[in-house]
């Protein structure tokens, strides 16, 4: 079985502030993790992924995520947040190991809310 | 192209009513997706396509009832739904359902209003 964890329903950042979105995965195999956003009444928009590799992963937008196997955490970042960066923010896995059908368990979101 | 197109944006339909939403891809990817989302959680898989035969059923209830005519377009056919099935209705596709590692691409959703 995978899972996915957001521990923080919101969170709250001053423009320009860093801003870190948390994600803590389980699975029984190896992990495929993605981030996503949502903007209102919109679909989801890819940020970046973990598949294989270097631990810090670069992304869409400024963001980046580190992946880190012995917390198993995948924690979203970016420098210096922006007031249009306000949006829900979803953390998913995929256990590769298990998994055949590609099915991403999706986080229950983070809301962020980035004030000028 | 690297979208994933859903129509109708939005849809508003009563309790006996047929529908369908459609979704489109020219990716070349032959495992899609079909999500429900209610507002402000996460998107719940109802069913998987692989190589355009259906291959999983998260245990849908049958005014549901998914189709894929070709290895481009997902079909989403809507009959006698219920006011708790008002949602978003998201569909994604990848590579292939034995991949994964190329990512997920998902379209706009459809916004559907059950009255």
């Known amino acids: 079985a995978q899972s996915v964890a957001q521990p923080e329903d919101q969170v709250n950042v001053a423009e320009g502030n860093p801003l870190t979105v948390k994600c803590t995965y389980s699975?029984?195999?190896?992990?495929?993790l993605f981030w996503y956003v949502q903007y209102p009444n919109r679909g989801l928009q890819f940020l970046l992924k973990?598949?294989?590799?270097?631990?810090l992963v670069k992304g869409s937008y400024g963001f980046e995520a580190e992946f880190n196997k012995s917390q198993t955490s995948f924690h979203l970042k970016k420098p210096s947040a922006l007031v249009s960066d306000s949006a829900l923010y979803f953390c998913a896995v995929r256990d590769i190991t298990t998994d055949s059908w590609g099915k991403l368990q999706f986080g229950a979101g983070t809301q962020v809310v980035v004030t000028p | 192209d690297t979208e994933v197109t859903q129509t109708p944006k939005h849809l508003v339909m009563g309790m006996t009513n047929k529908k369908s939403l459609k979704c489109e891809q020219h990716m070349g990817h032959r495992a899609m997706y079909w999500y429900k989302q209610k507002a402000k959680k996460p998107p719940e898989l109802m069913f998987v396509y692989s190589y355009e035969k259906l291959s999983i059923n998260e245990s849908v209830p049958s005014r549901f009832s998914p189709e894929c005519p070709n290895s481009s377009l997902l079909n989403l056919h809507l009959h006698a739904l219920q006011p708790e099935d008002s949602a978003l209705y998201l569909c994604?596709?990848?590579?292939?359902?034995?991949?994964?590692?190329?990512?997920?691409?998902f379209g706009s959703g459809t916004r559907l209003t059950v009255v």
């Open positions: 994604a596709s990848t590579s292939s359902a034995g991949q994964g590692g190329y990512g997920y691409t």
């Open positions: 973990y598949i294989t590799g270097d631990n």
């Open positions: 699975v029984s195999g190896n992990p495929y």
